[in-house]
């Protein structure tokens, strides 16, 4: 079983390119989440999606957007990237009610110039 | 909105000596917490929660926090540190009223010195 994988590991990007960060889980966890990592700043939210067909905003989902065609893939796009894109993104999943802990992808490193 | 501080972002401890990283909270209704490790290249990494019931809660490793209502907090412990303990700490929060999502801290960074 792999859990969560996310592709590419890692990218530079040129800004104004439109990249498209891949998730896929094989556990069938309802919930899905994007979360960019930036040093001194822990995780922050940019979208969810609580089961496939649906999604939301979080805390920081300018610039980004996302699809959740079914139940197992997830991917993150940036439309047209711009630097303060660079991080480190980090997919996760959640089974769904009455589970509350997330299980976290091993992250796409980002750099946008 | 809730939110949660991780006062420390280094703490560094001698092995074999315990351990503790902070973690305050603030949520509108009851809190679900979380901690996570996160080793140097990789995900997070779930280590325990609180969602209800005994105060001190137990998890992977030998780690475990206790739940002070009164003063908002969910400490990280260990009563006796690794080398392999060193990784960075996240604690995290969930309204039980929220839309399911996680706050997380800002991260403390743990250092074990042989």
């Known amino acids: 079983i792999a859990g969560i994988t996310q592709a590419p590991t890692s990218q530079i990007l040129a800004a104004g390119r439109r990249m498209t960060l891949r998730c896929t889980q094989d556990?069938?966890?309802?919930?899905m989440y994007w979360y960019r990592q930036d040093l001194g700043l822990g995780l922050r939210l940019i979208h969810y999606?609580?089961?496939?067909?649906?999604?939301g905003k979080g805390e920081v989902p300018d610039g980004y957007s996302v699809s959740r065609a079914n139940t197992d893939d997830f991917p993150l796009t940036l439309a047209s990237a711009v630097p303060s894109q660079t991080s480190v993104y980090f997919c996760a999943s959640r089974p769904g009610q009455g589970a509350y802990e997330q299980f976290f992808g091993p992250g796409t490193r980002l750099t946008v110039l | 909105a809730q939110s949660v501080a991780q006062p420390e972002d280094q703490v560094n401890v001698a092995e074999g000596n315990p351990l503790t990283v902070k973690c305050t909270y603030s949520v509108s209704g009851n809190p679900y917490l979380f901690w996570y490790v996160q080793y140097p290249n990789r995900g997070l990494q779930f280590l325990l929660k609180y969602i209800t019931g005994d105060n001190l809660v137990k998890g992977s490793y030998g780690f475990e926090a206790e739940f002070n209502k009164s003063q908002t907090s969910f400490h990280l412990k260990k009563p006796s540190a690794l080398v392999s303990d060193s990784a960075l700490y996240f604690c995290a929060v969930r309204d039980a009223g929220s839309a399911r999502q996680l706050t997380f801290g800002s991260g403390t960074q743990l250092t074990v010195l042989p």
């Open positions: 999606s609580n089961t496939a067909g649906t999604t």
């Open positions: 556990m069938r966890h309802n919930a």
